[in-house]
């Protein structure tokens, strides 16, 4: 069974630019999460997705959003990207409402 | 608002020796999740606890879930350089039909040979 896939691993954007990241969930997982990594704040909440409406959302500006699709894959994009974006963004998912998440392996963003 | 506290932040120990991580909050949780999440890598889910008191092991981790479902611990005995990473602990708490996790910002363990 395939696990969370997240595309692409890497991704080095300069300051202004907009990036579009993507997550292909488990199959038959209908919940997908987006998180934030960073060293000094830790795992941010984002927003969750969930047959294709947005769940919950995290405390973070308009120029992060995402979607989801049909078939449950997600993409998240941020618009006018600062420099303070750059981190590791994760995608979760879920079979369904209940609790165990399961990640992909994130995409490391760069701004520069 | 719900927030999970972990403790120790960093912990670097010899191989052979035993620790114990703590996960803590003043909020109730219905379960609460641990994961392991290696450099460059994404968090890979090690344990669910549901009911208070609840212990579970698993090879050389030992994993309690508190009386009250507020607070967490995990117990390494006999470390090894392989059990190197973040450890994360994140509470699941239930709001009508959803279920919204939140997590500490993790102990950053090292194992030297």
């Known amino acids: 069974k395939a696990g969370v896939t997240q595309t692409p691993r890497y991704l080095i954007k300069t300051r202004g630019q907009q990036v579009t990241l993507s997550c292909s969930p488990i199959?038959?997982?209908?919940?997908v999460s987006w998180y934030q990594q960073t060293p000094g704040q830790g795992l941010q909440f984002l927003f969750e997705?969930?047959?294709?409406?947005?769940?919950n959302k995290g405390n973070f500006p308009g120029r992060f959003s995402g979607r989801q699709f049909s078939n449950s894959r997600s993409e998240m994009n941020v618009s006018t990207l600062e420099l303070g974006d750059s981190a590791l963004y994760l995608c979760?998912?879920?079979?369904?409402?209940?609790?165990?998440?399961?990640f992909g392996q994130g995409t490391r963003l760069t701004v520069v | 608002t719900q927030l999970l506290e972990q403790s120790p932040q960093f912990l670097s120990i010899q191989e052979g020796e035993n620790l114990t991580v703590y996960c803590n909050s003043s909020?109730?949780?219905?379960?609460l999740q641990w994961y392991r999440q290696e450099p460059g890598e994404g968090p890979v889910l090690l344990v669910t606890?549901?009911?208070?008191?609840e212990v579970k092991k698993l090879k050389r981790l030992t994993f309690q879930f508190g009386d009250a479902r507020k607070d967490s611990s995990l117990h390494i005995t006999a470390a090894q350089p392989g059990d190197t990473g973040l450890y994360l602990c994140?509470?699941?708490?239930?709001?009508?039909?959803?279920?919204?996790?939140?997590f500490g910002k993790g102990t950053l363990l090292t194992v030297n040979p």
């Open positions: 979760a998912s879920r079979r369904g409402l209940d609790t165990e998440a399961f």
């Open positions: 199959s038959g997982h209908r919940s």
């Open positions: 997705y969930f047959s294709e409406t947005q769940r």
């Open positions: 909020s109730v949780f219905s379960s």
């Open positions: 606890v549901v009911t208070g008191g």
């Open positions: 994140a509470g699941a708490v239930r709001g009508g039909s959803n279920y919204k996790l939140t």
